[in-house]
């Protein structure tokens, strides 16, 4: 694991040996909780997954049924409900305060011969009424009473992924900089080669009129290939189309995409359906009107353009 990676989980109070050992099955809750939160504010992968779902639910884009100023209210907290549900596998409202509770700040009791919850803590010292909280659990089992945060199981991969690409840079950086090597070839010098730098350059300085330059030409490693593989595989354990969830068309075709697009759809109404459920839930009878998918929409422009440019051709023949 690069030292960069290291570094930046000692000081947000990761031991990087417990994130080697981090698995679904040996960790608890709390654990995947507290890495969720953190690696959304630190990973630049884990922050584009959650970020690029929220923009394909797109609920500041949908119509809610209500006066004007309802409509900026329901978007913002159906926002901060559904990144809530992506971080920790749950999503806790408050109706006696009206407030969006933190799910790590939040203890349930559960009775171990009935498995229902008896009693429930905040901050692990306040006592507040269970009935009082509208949830939504994402459980790994039917008896489950908290939610499991959904993409746990992707940090592992994607702490290789940023490690790798840590090393490739850094790779990089020092052959690009590494202007010149002493060959030598004749009898050595009583000094030795001295390494030196100077203007964010390496170079090598000796005092043996018989050694000679050579002048290296960095190649850098084509680790493309490794590093998409690796982002496949984290797409599809986050349920969408590496293609969709890294807005990466570049080697897809105009039926791949469109196929990609309609595979994110039904994952993407899902987390719609969900939201219409909990609205009603906190809110009472709400109606929502979803937009399409944007991108969709843009791929049919794009073959009806085809199409209506090829229709020219014809006619100009």
């Given at each position: ?24 099955q ?13 690696f ?21 884009g ?12 329901y ?12 971080l ?97 070839s ?14 964010d ?88 009107e ?28």
């Amino acid at each position: 694991m690069a030292d960069q990676v290291l570094t930046l989980l000692r000081r947000q109070g990761i031991r990087p040996e417990q994130l080697e050992s981090f698995n679904m099955q040996q960790s608890t809750r709390s654990d995947k909780v507290l890495f969720c939160r953190r690696f959304y504010k630190d990973s630049m992968v884990f922050k584009t997954i959650i970020n690029r779902i929220l923009d394909l639910v797109n609920v500041y884009g949908a119509t809610y049924s209500g006066s004007e100023e309802n409509q900026d209210r329901y978007a913002e907290f159906f926002y901060d409900i559904l990144r809530e549900y992506l971080l920790t596998g749950e999503c806790l409202y408050y109706k006696p305060t009206d407030q969006i509770l933190e799910s790590e700040r939040v203890e349930f009791e559960v009775d171990e011969d009935t498995g229902e919850v008896v009693r429930v803590l905040y901050d692990s010292e306040f006592e507040i009424d269970y009935d009082g909280i509208i949830g939504i659990y994402d459980g790994l089992r039917p008896s489950s009473v908290r939610g499991e945060p959904p993409f746990a199981i992707t940090l592992p991969w994607i702490v290789q992924a940023s490690s790798l690409m840590f090393s490739q840079i850094r790779a990089a950086e020092i052959g690009s900089r590494l202007l010149a090597r002493i060959v030598t070839s004749g009898a050595l010098n009583t000094e030795d080669p001295e390494l030196q730098l100077g203007d964010d350059v390496y170079m090598l300085r000796t005092n043996n009129p018989q050694d000679s330059v050579d002048y290296p030409k960095y190649t850098p490693a084509d680790f493309t290939g490794q590093m998409k593989a690796l982002f496949r595989q984290i797409a599809s354990a986050c349920g969408f189309p590496y293609e969709v969830l890294f807005s990466d068309f570049t080697e897809a075709n105009f039926s791949q995409s469109k196929a990609a697009f309609i595979s994110a759809r039904h994952e993407i109404n899902r987390y719609r359906r969900m939201i219409e459920r909990y609205a009603n839930s906190v809110f009472g009878d709400v109606s929502i009107e979803w937009p399409e998918v944007e991108a969709l929409d843009l791929l049919d422009q794009a073959k009806a353009a085809s199409l209506l440019g090829r229709m020219d051709l014809v006619e100009s023949m």
